[in-house]
């Protein structure tokens, strides 16, 4: 089956502007008239939670951390794009728009991307005038820096805190409605189910973390904006309690999956120390501006530094392999984020890793504190020859730029990050499928929307770097605040919906009986000893690199997995409480099924492309292999029971402004 997107018509630059003259708005009046839930309140939930009450409607928003603040998106470091051209190096909304759709590897949808490109500007308007503290330069003007795909300086930053300052403007505008009645905010609630009357979407059922208590909660439209499901491999950058269950509940109801094997390995991570980690700690993409990515160019230096032998600093330039330069000399270090995370696992598997495990490299900031030294000597008059002057200079200036990641660095590693290289390494960070929406940013469930990271609209198969603030801040702020009002229109007039229908009543007699079930099976292993093992098993086999065999394996592994799950899991505590473990294990439940219709989306898509890389299917030298032919769509996932069940819809994807090439970053 196609699915329509229902992309109005028009030469690209024209649809969003000409989009916007279609739109019914509702008459201000009207608007107090209807409800909408919003789930999560990051920086996509956040910023449309505090837009869509700034127009008028009642907004019900919901997190299931003790405030908005503690949202995921305080996590996010180097920056956010937007097409200003404030360094005067050629950037534009079109190239903004290319490199993106380069970027994903020709797999997103043209026009959501165009878009995307064209609000971006209006982001950092809006974000300016919250008062959110941009880097500047020494004149005041804003300031940029680069980022992995592209060779122009567009990404806005705050240090290594964009996100935190980001979602700190967005809370401020939720918190000045929240003041004035027009959010009522439900903190420490999480969405177990969605609730659908007469074939839309018209509340949820919450359980009340705290009480334990479950509820029902009515709107004439419900947006889910809960993130990603990165945690599907257990370790990954994202918070521990980041999970899947808003978006599978909805699923679970009728709204398409699209893409779920398209996840983004981010390569520059702490690398792992051991099996008693239960999350990794990411470096920010941005110190691939200035940072160098080697290892060692001899196989007895990369074995004599994992044994202590050896010190990085001790290895000669000559001797050290800047790989990423040498491979692709145009982009360097700089390459998108699936090349550089297959080159460094490439460099660790044929035995030039660099740490106990032999799965790191390093990124030195050695060449860019010497070269930021020199030019500060030059500019205070100095003698640019002293070396230690150079590097008190050059570390002054690497610091203001990075501070508080090397501090990161430093407190978790133990070591100086500017006197020795970072060890990294790749790790799961980001995910670019999620429901399926059409340009209307509405799933397959009328009235039923989904936004920034839990939808998978904008990045294709690989999301450059700083484009998830980016997109995040677009849908909440400018995208659905006007494609939702079209939807509503025709509620204007029908009151508040009431929570004692049949269909409230029973989607709250599911969420009791799932509870019930967990918490009465006499099982004997706590619920992450279940997280861990479908963990192992994404990461082995449905991780960086994927073959037909080991996603065959995968998906009746988990399925077993999911069986002894239900008869083994253990919750202590009891369900009308604070149990933290029954939360854990609920989401857990949900990161179950996932996995397995993960691993069927990674097995029928039979080329490489982006995040999603078969080892049946690259070039000669070892890049991504894609099939345009017959794999230039979008693969919706509906549900029919049990994943193993799951029925394809497909999206053509048609490209009217770029050229579908290899993509090529030497």
């Not at 196609?2 to 916007?20: H, Q, R």
């Not at 044994?307 to 800047?322: F, N, V, W």
């Not at 984020?337 to 790191?360: P, Q, W």
């Not at 279940?530 to 086999?541: S, T, Y």
Request: glycine fraction near 10%; aromatic fraction near 10%; include cysteine.
């Amino acid at each position: 089956m196609a699915l329509d997107s229902k992309i109005p018509g028009g030469s690209i630059s024209d649809k969003w502007t000409n989009y916007k003259d279609h739109i019914n708005l509702v008459n201000p009046a009207n608007k107090r008239n209807l409800d909408i839930i919003v789930v999560g309140t990051g920086l996509a939930g956040g910023s449309a939670a505090a837009t869509l009450a700034e127009l008028g409607y009642n907004v019900k928003a919901f997190c299931f951390q003790d405030s908005p603040r503690r949202a995921h998106s305080i996590a996010a470091q180097g920056g956010i794009n937007a097409a200003k051209n404030y360094q005067g190096d050629g950037d534009s909304t079109f190239r903004l728009f290319y490199d993106t759709v380069k970027g994903g590897d020709y797999r997103a949808r043209e026009a959501n991307v165009h878009r995307l490109a064209e609000v971006s500007t209006n982001i950092i308007d809006q974000c300016v005038a919250q008062g959110v503290p941009f880097a500047r330069e020494y004149g005041g003007l804003l300031d940029n820096r680069s980022f992995g795909g592209t060779l122009v300086s567009r990404t806005f930053y705050a240090k290594g805190q964009t996100g935190q300052q980001l979602l700190l403007g967005a809370y401020s505008a939720m918190n000045r409605q929240i003041g004035r009645g027009k959010i009522k905010m439900h903190n420490r609630h999480e969405m177990l189910d969605l609730v659908i009357v007469n074939g839309k979407a018209r509340g949820i059922i919450a359980r009340n973390l705290v009480t334990g208590e479950i509820e029902r909660h009515s709107a004439h439209a419900v947006v889910i904006a809960s993130g990603g499901y990165g945690n599907v491999f257990f370790l990954s950058t994202n918070a521990m309690g980041s999970n899947v269950t808003a978006a599978w509940k909805i699923h679970k109801r009728g709204a398409y999956f699209a893409n779920p094997c398209y996840t983004q390995i981010h390569p520059t991570c702490i690398p792992v120390s051991g099996d008693h980690q239960a999350k990794l700690t990411l470096m920010s993409e941005s110190l691939r501006n200035d940072g160098r990515i080697w290892v060692p160019a001899k196989l007895e230096d990369a074995k004599a530094i994992r044994e202590g032998k050896l010190k990085p600093t001790q290895i000669a330039e000559t001797d050290r392999d800047y790989y990423l330069e040498r491979r692709y000399p145009a982009f360097g270090n700089l390459v998108p984020r699936d090349i550089a995370s297959r080159a460094a696992k490439e460099r660790c598997d044929a035995g030039f890793g660099v740490n106990k495990t032999g799965e790191a490299v390093y990124l030195d900031f050695a060449a860019a504190i010497e070269r930021y030294g020199v030019d500060q000597a030059r500019l205070k008059h100095l003698d640019e020859n002293d070396k230690a002057l150079v590097i008190k200079l050059g570390t002054e200036i690497v610091a203001n730029k990075y501070g508080n990641l090397f501090q990161m660095y430093e407190k978790i590693v133990d070591e100086n990050p500017y006197s020795t290289p970072m060890m990294i390494y790749p790790a799961v960070h980001y995910t670019m499928g999620g429901t399926w929406v059409d340009y209307n940013l509405q799933t397959t469930i009328p009235g039923c929307f989904s936004i920034g990271e839990s939808n998978f609209s904008d990045h294709g198969a690989n999301r450059l770097g700083a484009s998830a603030l980016m997109q995040g801040l677009a849908d909440g702020y400018f995208v659905l605040p006007y494609t939702i009002g079209d939807y509503l229109a025709p509620d204007i007039k029908m009151g508040a919906i009431s929570t004692d229908s049949p269909e409230f009543e029973q989607a709250e007699k599911n969420v009791q009986q799932q509870i019930e079930e967990l918490m009465n099976n006499g099982g004997t292993k706590p619920a992450d000893y279940f997280h861990k093992k479908l963990g192992k098993i994404m990461w082995d086999k449905v991780g960086m690199a994927r073959n037909a065999e080991g996603l065959t394996e995968a998906q009746n592994e988990i399925a077993a997995i999911r069986d002894e799950f239900y008869k083994e899991v253990k919750i202590p505590g009891t369900a009308d409480s604070f149990n933290p473990e029954l939360a854990k294990a609920l989401r857990i439940a949900d990161f179950l099924e996932l996995g397995e219709l993960f691993a069927k989306d990674a097995l029928h898509r039979n080329e490489s492309c982006g995040g999603h890389f078969r080892e049946e299917y690259q070039t000669p030298e070892g890049e991504a292999q894609r099939d345009d032919e017959n794999f230039a769509y979008v693969a919706a996932w509906e549900y029919k029971g049990k994943p193993s069940d799951a029925v394809l819809h497909k999206e053509e994807l048609k490209f009217e402004n770029v050229k579908l090439v290899q993509r090529s970053y030497k």
